[in-house]
């Protein structure tokens, strides 16, 4: 799968076992997975939601939904602050039609927590970035 770095944005291919490993860009040397958000596709979602070791948390938005421009910056800061300890996925939920119905997403933003492949918690709407972070630190070690 391809998978782009969060830092630099160069495009990484990574095979789906290696996402145990906390690979690093290899344009940037950033650390691939950690530290900002993952533009998740239908190509990548999976394979990072089964394969990794620390939960992954996915906003599932939209470019026009006000809402989730608003909410973007606490979700962007909330992948710094739990770095290591969380992945953090965005899926533009009008280019991936498809994870959007696979997950049942009604409304938007859809927070949807998942550990090792599985929905563990759920949450629609905004927050602010403290209540976001609160909410994460529920189900992060």
């Known amino acids: 799968m391809i998978v782009q770095c969060p830092h630099c944005h160069a495009g990484n291919r990574l095979e789906a076992e290696r996402i145990k490993d906390?690979?690093?860009?290899?344009?940037?040397?950033?650390?691939?997975?950690?530290?900002?958000?993952?533009?998740?596709?239908?190509?990548?979602?999976a394979s990072i939601v089964k394969q990794s070791k620390v939960p992954v948390v996915v906003d599932?938005?939209?470019?026009?939904?006000?809402?989730?421009?608003?909410?973007?910056?606490?979700?962007?800061?909330?992948?710094?602050?739990?770095?290591?300890?969380?992945i953090f996925l965005k899926?533009?939920?009008?280019?991936?039609?498809?994870?959007?119905?696979e997950h049942k997403i009604r409304s938007i933003p859809t927070l949807i927590a998942f550990d090792r492949g599985?929905?563990?918690?759920?949450l629609n709407g905004?927050?602010?970035?403290?209540?976001?972070?609160?909410?994460?630190m529920g189900f992060v070690d």
Request: glycine share 6%.
């Open 91 to 101: 899926v533009d939920t009008d280019a991936e039609q498809t994870l959007a119905a």
């Open 22 to 45: 906390a690979p690093n860009c290899g344009a940037c040397h950033q650390p691939l997975l950690f530290g900002a958000p993952i533009t998740a596709t239908a190509e990548n979602f």
């Open 118 to 122: 599985q929905p563990i918690e759920r």
């Open 126 to 136: 905004a927050m602010s970035a403290g209540q976001f972070k609160a909410w994460v």
């Open 60 to 86: 599932f938005w939209a470019t026009w939904c006000g809402p989730c421009q608003s909410f973007a910056p606490a979700f962007a800061s909330a992948a710094q602050h739990f770095s290591g300890k969380a």
